[in-house]
């Protein structure tokens, strides 16, 4: 992901590029986009996610 914004947006400065990274690998919201995109129904889940129900987490 670094290399990537590095080397698209080569001249923006550092501390744009860290905050924009920061965004894009944000957990909240990447759960948000996973939600979004019904990723739970594309995703075989283990027994431990299936006995503990993961509608709320955003650790899928």
Do not use: C, H, W
């Not at 924009?20 to 909240?28: I, Q, Y």
């Not at 979004?36 to 027994?47: A, C, S, Y």
């Amino acid at each position: 992901m670094t290399y990537e914004l590095f080397t698209k947006f080569a001249d923006e400065s550092e501390g744009k590029l860290s905050k924009l990274r920061s965004a894009l690998v944000n957990e909240r919201a990447l759960a948000d986009i996973g939600r979004f995109i019904k990723i739970d129904q594309m995703v075989l889940l283990g027994k431990g996610e299936l006995v503990n129900p993961i509608n709320d987490s955003n650790y899928l």
